[in-house]
C-alpha cells in the first residue's frame, strides 16, 4: 500500500492510497458517514458506505473528534469539495483514541482557546495563519538570497540596548548582566561592513507592558543592513521586499486565504513604488483630519497611524521623524537638526507599523556624542564605536515584524494568532 500526505492526492487519482490522519468533523447517516480528515498536509473528506463493508462502517460510526488512524481507499476527483478530492474509504485502523477533545466545532471564548494554543493550532483557521506564516518565512529567504544577502545570525545574549533601555529583558550572564536581545541590529551594522548586505531573522524581546493587538514579549524580527545604501535606497528595497511577500503568499496559499476568508483584493493592489508622507506632513494631514490630541514632536498612536494608512489604502512609508523620539543611532537629515533620516512603514487596514528603520550614523565623533547623550555606558559600545574608525559607510538597515506582517496578510485580529506559541503580557503557558 502506497502511505501518502493529503497534499498529494491529485497525483494518485485512481489508486488505493494509505493516509495517516486525525479526525476533525464527521456526519453520518444509517448508510453513509463523511469523515473530515486532516494530515497537516491538507483536508480532505473520507466516504464510507455501509453497504460497501459493514465492519469498516461500524468502526467510522465509533470515531471521535482528534482520533488519529490510518485511513486506506481510493482516491477519486471531486468537484464539489474545496480541495477537489475525495477518498473512498475502504480501511480504517484507530492508532490513537480521543475523547472528549476540549476544542469543538462550536464558538468558544478567547482566553479558553488560549489556554488550549497546543490543541488550538489543529483548527482550520489556526493551520492556514501557520501556513501563511510559513510562505511568508520563506518569501523573506528567496527575496534575499536572490538580491545578493547574506544571513547573518547575531547573539540572542547581548549587553547592549539598541531600542532604549526601558524594555529590557535582564538576565545574569554568571557575574555579567545581560540582556535578551531586543533587535541585532548593531551587530548587522558590522557584519554589513564585512559581507556588505546582510540580513538576520530571529527571535527578539521586548519586556514592553503593552497590552495590544499588536504588541508580543517575544517576536520574530527580518533585519537587513546594507553597507553604502542611503536612506531612500533602503526604502526601495523595502517596498520590493513587502510587495514580494504579498504577492508570494497570495500566489502560494489561496486555500487558506479562502479559509480565513481575507479579502484578497486589498492584497493585490500591494505593488511597489509606496507612497511616501514626510512626519511633518502627516502631523498636517491628522489635524486636517481633526486630530488636535497630537503636537509635532509626539509619536503616533495606534488611530493615528490607521487615518494615515486608510487615506492611502496602501502600505505608506512615514519619513523623517523627529529625533526625540526615535533612537540614539539615526541619522540627521542633512538640512535639518531637528528630523532624522528614518521611516517607518505602515500597513493598511488599521494593522499599524511592519517596519522601522533607517540610515545609521556613520561619523565617528556624532556617534560618541549621541551615545553619550542617550545616557549609555560608552565601554559596552566601545566595538560599535569603533565600527566608525575603520573605514566608515553610509549604511541603511531595516526591521519587519514578522507576526504584525503575519497579521495583516492573514486579516487576523490579533497577533496572538499569528505565531504558534505568543507571549504575552500575562501569558507565558502553554
Ligand atoms: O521599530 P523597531 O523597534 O525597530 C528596531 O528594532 C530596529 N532596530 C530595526 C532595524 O532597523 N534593524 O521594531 C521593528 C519592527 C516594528 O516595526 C514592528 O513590526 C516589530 O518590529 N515590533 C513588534 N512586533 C510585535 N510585538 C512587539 N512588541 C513589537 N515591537 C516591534
Ligand atoms: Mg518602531
Redesign the pocket.
Known amino acids: 500500500m502506497t502511505k501518502i500526505m493529503i497534499s498529494d492526492m491529485p497525483k494518485h487519482v485512481g489508486e488505493t492510497v494509505t493516509i495517516g490522519a486525525w479526525l476533525f468533523n464527521k456526519r453520518s447517516s444509517g448508510k453513509i458517514a463523511f469523515l473530515q480528515l486532516r494530515d497537516g498536509s491538507g483536508f480532505v473528506q473520507g466516504v464510507v458506505v455501509k453497504a460497501n463493508d459493514e465492519e469498516v462502517f461500524a468502526t467510522a460510526k465509533a470515531l471521535h473528534q482528534e482520533t488519529s488512524m490510518y485511513v486506506t481507499g481510493e482516491v477519486t476527483e471531486d468537484t464539489r469539495s474545496s480541495f477537489g478530492y475525495e477518498l473512498q474509504v475502504t480501511g480504517i485502523e484507530v492508532i490513537g483514541e480521543a475523547h472528549d477533545y476540549p476544542i469543538t466545532p462550536k464558538e468558544h471564548g478567547v482566553e479558553f482557546l488560549m489556554d488550549n494554543r497546543h490543541l488550538w493550532l489543529r483548527s482550520k483557521k489556526q493551520h492556514a495563519n501557520m501556513v501563511v506564516r510559513n510562505e511568508i518565512i520563506r518569501a523573506t529567504y528567496e527575496f534575499f538570497n536572490d538580491n545578493g544577502f547574506k544571513k547573518v545570525d547575531p547573539p540572542i545574549l547581548t549587553g547592549s540596548a539598541?531600542?532604549g533601555t526601558s524594555e529590557l529583558f535582564h538576565t545574569k550572564y554568571f557575574d555579567q548582566d545581560a540582556y535578551l536581545s531586543?533587535?541585532?541590529?548593531l551587530y548587522?551594522e558590522a557584519a554589513a561592513m564585512a559581507l556588505g548586505k546582510v540580513f538576520s531573522f530571529g527571535p527578539?524581546f521586548?519586556a514592553?507592558k503593552?497590552k495590544t493587538r499588536?504588541?508580543?514579549?517575544e517576536?520574530w524580527?527580518i533585519?537587513p543592513?546594507m553597507a553604502f545604501v542611503e536612506h531612500d535606497e533602503s526604502l526601495e528595497v523595502q517596498e520590493q521586499f513587502v510587495a514580494h511577500v504579498v504577492q508570494s503568499v497570495l500566489k502560494n496559499c489561496k486555500l487558506e486565504l479562502e479559509v480565513l476568508g481575507r479579502d484578497t483584493a486589498k492584497l493585490e493592489k500591494v505593488t511597489a513604488p509606496f507612497p511616501r508622507i514626510s512626519y511633518d506632513d502627516a502631523i498636517e494631514f491628522l489635524h486636517k483630519e481633526g486630530f488636535d490630541d497630537i503636537q509635532w514632536g509626539d509619536d503616533f498612536g495606534a488611530p493615528h497611524e490607521t487615518a494615515i494608512a486608510n487615506h492611502f489604502d496602501l502600505p505608506v512609508f512615514i519619513t523623517c521623524y523627529p529625533k526625540g523620539i526615535k533612537?540614539f543611532y539615526m541619522q540627521p537629515h542633512p538640512d535639518r537638526d531637528d528630523v532624522v533620516l528614518c521611516a517607518?512603514?505602515i500597513a493598511p487596514e488599521g494593522y499599524g507599523?511592519?517596519?522601522?528603520?533607517?540610515e545609521r550614523i556613520w561619523d565617528h565623533k556624532l556617534m560618541k556624542e549621541q551615545i553619550e547623550a542617550a545616557g549609555l555606558d560608552p565601554e559596552a559600545y566601545a566595538w560599535y564605536l569603533q565600527l566608525r574608525e575603520f573605514g566608515s559607510v553610509p549604511h541603511s538597515?531595516?526591521?519587519?515584524?514578522l507576526?504584525?506582517?503575519v497579521a495583516w496578510i492573514t486579516g487576523a485580529e490579533h497577533?496572538r494568532e499569528t505565531i504558534p506559541f505568543p507571549r504575552l503580557l500575562n501569558r507565558i503557558y502553554p
Do not use: Y
Not at 531586543?182 to 541590529?185: D, K, L, M
Not at 507599523?353 to 533607517?358: D, Q, T
Not at 538597515?397 to 515584524?401: A, E, I, K, V
Open positions: 539598541p531600542e531586543q533587535s541585532g541590529q548587522m527578539t521586548r514592553e503593552s499588536r504588541h508580543l514579549i517576536f524580527m533585519e543592513e533612537p517607518d512603514l507599523e511592519i517596519i522601522g528603520g533607517s538597515g531595516f526591521g519587519l515584524g507576526e504584525r506582517t497577533v
